[in-house]
């Protein structure tokens, strides 16, 4: 078994751990609030903190697109990965297993295969990153700057056709995301207020 074989069954050992352990987590306290524990304002709070986490995750797309000046941001990449799980875990405890209404139900879904696709994309991106080391090792022997070579390493992983088959697929379900979360929080604020 590979290094990145092993590594990525972790990444899905402990996002199916958050998965469990949030549904869990939901299910106590809504037991303990007699109701969904989303429909309470603790409830409503994890929801918003989930929200903040998931909106965190842009930070590193968008100095990715237009802070390509200042190399690959390696620091907001790991916030995006962790925020990436974080705050959909958040959520789930925020929404639970309740089915009563059609947008939080899709929006759950789509964030289900967002995030599912992103686990994805670090593996797809590792691996062409990994493919790439005899290019690091050429790039730096002919004297580029090891920011340089990150840079070049991260644009020629991005040109990779998995990796750009695989952005085909998670950046229209982010963007649906998106939609399906816009529309729930107006109508829970229409419908239910803060």
């Known amino acids: 078994m590979s290094v990145i074989t092993q590594r990525f069954l972790i990444v899905i050992g402990c996002v199916i751990a958050a998965i469990v352990g949030g549904l869990l987590l939901e299910m106590l306290l809504s037991f303990q609030a007699g109701w969904p524990f989303g429909h309470t304002q603790t409830g409503h709070i994890v929801g918003w903190v989930g929200l903040g986490f998931i909106l965190m995750v842009f930070v590193y797309s968008a100095k990715k697109r237009f802070g390509r000046k200042a190399g690959w941001p390696k620091g907001w990449f790991w916030v995006h990965k962790i925020a990436g799980v974080l705050g959909p875990v958040l959520i789930l405890i925020h929404a639970g297993p309740h089915f009563h209404a059609l947008i939080p139900i899709l929006a759950l879904l789509t964030m289900i295969i967002v995030v599912v696709s992103g686990v994805i994309g670090v593996v797809v991106h590792r691996k062409a990153v990994v493919l790439l080391k005899d290019t690091r090792s050429e790039l730096l022997n002919a004297g580029l700057s090891k920011d340089d070579v990150e840079d070049r390493l ?10 750009r088959v695989w952005q085909i697929i998670h950046t229209p379900m982010v963007m649906l995301f998106l939609a399906l979360v816009i529309a729930h929080v107006l109508g829970a604020l229409y419908f239910g207020g803060l």
Do not use: I, K, Q, R
């Open 154 to 163: 991260h644009d020629l992983a991005s040109g990779e056709e998995a990796f």
